[in-house]
């Protein structure tokens, strides 16, 4: 059934692709993004790895190949309530995607203003969202993309939970209660802390004001394209491989396809949770899907297909190219080594079939030979 589904951060890497393939699903696909990303690109001097066309220009394009409008809007989700407020008004959503947030977690440490930012930013659209859907009495399904990166990297000795977990709190008087209650995880950055800050005003929005919630805590996401942003070279998403924004997999790809050694930080004993894009995408499609309904106004849903650690990253991506690999000093602050068990079967159950790194990375490793090609004649 056509939907009408905003989209916000939708100029992103993740957001770019999911309002195509919604669009392409049939729904009515707006984009709300103040381009942010892009403006944190020129302060620091980085690019994405090929350049990305305008909001104006994609959305002109993706018309004419498909014949289908999307909507886009320029508005700082943070900072201009009334516009956020007035464009939810109009569109009446049936469901919202929030991808709105500054994302790398180097970045979200690496000064006084970048902490302040991650968290004034990130905090503050969420709220924005969710005092606007009770201020319109809307019914939108909201749908956050948020971090596997809340539970925390240290080792716990148990595989990690998904969705609420049933506690015993010992009071004080040495009565017990039981409870469920969020994961206690360990956030390793400002970045994932504000997530784990996410889930709280989730948890009350929910319970109280009765908004319906789906929370992904996704894994890092590799991969550079998906089936529409393949339908034409201007539909391309960014692709980061920088050492700020570039996700670890997609880094890799790139260091070995330009000669380079391959970087591992540390003893590469960090293990982490990922997904590829294009399961990224299916994920939201299927979680559209399949609204929280009745009691269960906020679901928290793992969205990951694999957990490696950053060395057997390395080592597949030095087999399959030949690139050497490089242990680096960690500028980084977390765990030299961890194990990550964490429950993630949710998605499969609603029917994701995964994309695993035995059967794409090859395939990856070629398409990112042939960027870095084209990005050399840019
Ligand atoms: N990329 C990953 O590996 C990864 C992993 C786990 C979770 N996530 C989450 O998925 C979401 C999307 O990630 P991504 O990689 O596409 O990030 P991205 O940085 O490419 O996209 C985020 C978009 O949000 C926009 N934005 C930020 N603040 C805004 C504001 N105040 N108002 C309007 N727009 C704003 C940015 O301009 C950008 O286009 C993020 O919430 C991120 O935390 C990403």
């Known amino acids: 059934m056509s939907k009408s589904v905003l989209v916000l951060g939708g100029d992103g890497y993740c957001g770019w692709p999911i309002a195509l393939s919604?669009?392409?699903?049939?729904?009515?696909?707006?984009?709300?993004?103040?381009?942010?990303?892009?403006?944190?690109?020129?302060?620091?001097?980085?690019?994405?790895?090929?350049?990305?066309?305008?909001?104006?220009?994609?959305?002109?394009?993706?018309?004419?190949?498909?014949?289908?409008?999307?909507?886009?809007?320029?508005?700082?989700?943070?900072?201009?309530?009334?516009?956020?407020?007035?464009?939810?008004?109009?569109?009446?959503?049936?469901?919202?995607?929030?991808l709105a947030a500054q994302r790398s977690a180097p970045y979200s440490v690496s000064s006084p203003s970048a902490r302040r930012y991650t968290v004034t930013n990130n905090l503050g659209v969420t709220h924005a969202l969710l005092v606007a859907l009770v201020d319109l009495g809307l019914d939108s399904h909201l749908i956050h993309l948020g971090s596997i990166g809340v539970l925390g990297y240290t080792t716990a000795g148990l595989e990690l939970p998904e969705?609420?977990?049933?506690?015993?709190?010992?009071?004080?008087?040495?009565?017990?209660?039981?409870?469920?209650?969020?994961?206690?995880?360990?956030?390793?950055?400002?970045?994932?802390?504000?997530?784990?800050?996410?889930?709280?005003?989730?948890?009350?929005y929910a319970r109280d004001e009765g908004v319906r919630i789906t929370d992904l805590n996704q894994g890092i996401v590799w991969g550079s394209s998906t089936m529409t942003t393949e339908r034409h070279p201007e539909l391309r998403t960014r692709?980061?491989?920088?050492?700020?924004?570039?996700?670890?997999?997609?880094?890799?790809?790139?260091?070995?396809?330009?000669?380079?050694?391959?970087?591992?930080?540390?003893?590469?004993?960090?293990?982490?949770?990922?997904?590829?894009?294009?399961d990224v995408i299916r994920c939201v499609e299927l979680v559209l899907n399949s609204e929280a309904r009745g009691s269960e106004r906020f679901r928290l849903i793992n969205q990951i297909t694999e957990t490696l650690s950053i060395r057997e990253l390395a080592q597949k991506v030095g087999a399959l190219t030949g690139a050497p690999i490089e242990y680096r000093e960690n500028p980084r602050q977390?765990?030299?080594?961890?194990?990550?068990?964490?429950?993630?079967?949710?998605?499969?159950?609603?029917?994701?079939?995964?994309?695993?790194?035995?059967?794409?990375?090859?395939?990856?490793?070629?398409?990112?030979?042939?960027?870095?090609t084209a990005s050399m004649a840019v």
């Open 22 to 98: 919604l669009s392409e699903a049939g729904h009515d696909v707006t984009i709300i993004d103040n381009l942010s990303r892009r403006r944190i690109d020129d302060a620091l001097g980085y690019r994405p790895l090929l350049p990305i066309a305008s909001p104006g220009e994609r959305c002109g394009i993706w018309k004419s190949v498909s014949d289908r409008t999307i909507g886009f809007h320029h508005i700082d989700i943070a900072q201009d309530y009334d516009r956020l407020r007035a464009v939810l008004a109009d569109l009446q959503p049936s469901a919202i995607v929030h």
């Open 163 to 204: 969705g609420k977990v049933a506690a015993t709190i010992h009071g004080a008087d040495g009565r017990c209660a039981e409870m469920n209650i969020l994961y206690p995880g360990k956030p390793v950055s400002i970045y994932h802390m504000s997530k784990a800050m996410d889930q709280v005003l989730f948890e009350q």
């Open 334 to 372: 977390e765990p030299e080594e961890n194990e990550f068990h964490v429950a993630h079967m949710t998605l499969q159950d609603l029917g994701l079939r995964p994309t695993l790194f035995a059967d794409q990375l090859a395939q990856e490793a070629e398409t990112m030979r042939r960027a870095c």
């Open 239 to 278: 692709l980061d491989v920088d050492s700020i924004y570039g996700t670890v997999v997609n880094r890799f790809l790139v260091q070995a396809a330009t000669g380079q050694n391959i970087s591992v930080y540390g003893t590469g004993g960090q293990t982490r949770g990922f997904i590829h894009l294009r």
